[in-house]
């Protein structure tokens, strides 16, 4: 997201605590060298090294799409940073992998990702962001788009000026379909004491009713797999961007969860 579009997002939260952002186009494009492969596992750690380094203390992680991994996956290694979790059209660790012998229009069933990672013009579209960053976003399940003016759409396609700052938007959903983020996700939950710490902290899912790419029935299952009791709450006509589709609503429910677990 544009940082000025993630200020104006974030504004009424930063009255209680100051929000600290992992864009996907403008982190990789300002601190990633090209030759980083962008898996799970060097996303966690360049978070990780962030929060180090300014000392971050009682986290509050509000964490969207494949940052629901990247927040679930810190958590696990710092586990004492943490204060509680918010998880937004997203889950902790992804469900899966698909199966092995899985058809194609099984795994496209499984999330609207898929349809585009494996269409043979995948390539061409996910490379060609500054051209294509509104089309990928609606397929995926961006819904208001009324509010995709001129300046919307520069922000979101300002961090892709070359295909070789595609990269990391390339690879992201790739890492779905392969298996060392489910070995990492896996080592990062055998960590002594790693799963207790994470299961003890207060968590809640938010999530578009609307969204194809991560429905609400997955956000759900994975939650209660760490969190029975947590708050879990479909945004009516949200799809996959709650924070664009409905940022009154998302806002006002992080502001009530943060408040109710001190």
Known sequence: MGLHLAKFRTAP?????????RS?????KRTAPPDRNYSAQEHVENLE????????QDVTLVAQDWGGVIGGQFALRQPDLVKRMVIINSFVRPPGPPPANATREEM????RWFELVLDDHFDEVIL???FTALSVLKRIGFSRAEIANDTWVRAY?????????????RQFPLNLLEQETYDYCDANEARPGALDALKRKPAAAFTGAEDVTVVPAIVESMLRVYWPNAPFIPIPGAGHFAQ?????TLVALIEQFVKTTG
């Open 13 to 21: 939260l930063s009255t209680r605590a100051r929000p600290r952002r």
């Open 24 to 28: 996907h186009g403008l982190w990789k």
């Open 49 to 56: 090294a962030l929060l180090l380094e300014i000392d971050a």
């Open 108 to 111: 496209r069933s499984w999330t």
């Open 128 to 130: 060609n962001l500054r």
């Open 157 to 169: 396609s300002a961090p892709f000026p070359t295909a070789a700052e595609c990269k990391g938007a």
């Open 244 to 248: 664009e589709d409905a940022p009154e």
